[in-house]
């Protein structure tokens, strides 16, 4: 049997941490991994999910099973967290998952198991595990414009003539904030155009929110999925803790299905509890219960909140430094969409030569398509970075 199976392609993004801890240069710059690192280049333990632990080590007295969905008291504090006021208890069924990654992958199942013949849309570019598992579930597949390669913002109108192209009922995958690879977001009133654009067509929202306060704000980077959620019929929302949490390894996620008809929701639960016996059987706990303790202790979420604010600010810090840096060195504007982007990546715009130039002469390293991560930057390495790109002529 196993000789009958055949190399899978790489992992781009593997593939670059193994070339940088193999180069033997000391100001190599890792800008490829997709992980919070701080100035010192770590990733630390965030102090409320420290205490938390402390906390949850001192009373937990067992580690049986949780229900098939996971704990109630995290599908609450989720719900609140991702969607406010924006739903009723009652509309939202939800199932805890083994990462973003597991939300998105039960997400897709339920979507196939629902709709057969829905075509999911994606934006162009988007996360590169998005299209690989559709592929895998043998699910239709289609892609809307998004990115604008020379201003580096979101070509919105050419979004909107895509989407309008759909069919009722399929579906449209929308990164809730700080857009992965590029950074390019949409507005407020964009989100809201959206909307009035996915309800006209009968086309189903599914949101894809990994990165909820690294942008501006919990709440302002929370828009467009309660705005959607307040204007649509149903929608759908993977929800990760991975990273304003800090908690990667714990894979804390979670499933949300939301409907305007509360007698749905009894259903969609059920089917959201089958659909995890048949992949995983019951999730892990561990990481959905820091963060069930730290949203629902006063003290806790205040301390969780001042350092993740403090970790959006500091990266907004490091985008204008780099953004400064280079229209000092080139004396033009070209690269203050830099500053404009939120969210830790951003899509530079140069060419796999260039990437490789910079690689090669400066020890930059990200992904081929020029996705760097602004959270591996510090004060020193933004000035080697800014000569970086511009000797490699992007």
Known sequence: MFEALTAQPADKILSLMAAYRDDPRDDKIDLGVGVYKNALGETPVMRAVKAAEQMLWETETTKSYTGLAGDVGYHNAMRELVLG????????????????TGAIRQALELIKMASPSATVWLSAPTWPNHPSIIRYLGMPMAEYRYFDATTRGVDFGGMLTDLDAAKPGDVVLLHGCCHNPTGANLTASQWQEVAYLLKAKQLIPFVD?????????????????????????????????????????????????????????????GTLAH?????????????????????GDDALRADWLEELDGIRTGMLALRQNLADA????TNSDRFDFLAQHRGMFSRLGATEAQVAQMRENHGVYMVSDSRMN??????????????AIVAAGV
């Open 85 to 100: 006021t924006a739903a009723a208890p009652d509309q939202v069924a939800a199932a805890a998952t083994p990462g973003g």
């Open 209 to 269: 929110i990994a990165y909820q306060g690294f942008g501006d704000g919990l709440d302002a980077d929370a828009f467009g999925p309660r705005h959607l959620a307040k204007t649509q019929p149903e929608m759908l929302i993977a929800a990760s803790c991975s990273k304003n949490f800090g908690i990667y390894r714990e894979r804390a996620g979670v499933l949300m299905a939301v409907s305007q008809d509360p007698s749905k929701t009894a259903l969609t639960q």
């Open 275 to 295: 659909l995890n016996r048949q992949n995983y059987s019951f999730p892990p706990d561990h990481g959905a219960r820091l963060v069930t303790l730290v949203l």
């Open 326 to 329: 280079l229209r000092k060195r």
């Open 374 to 387: 602004i959270a591996g930057l510090n004060a020193q390495s933004v000035p080697v970075l800014a000569d």
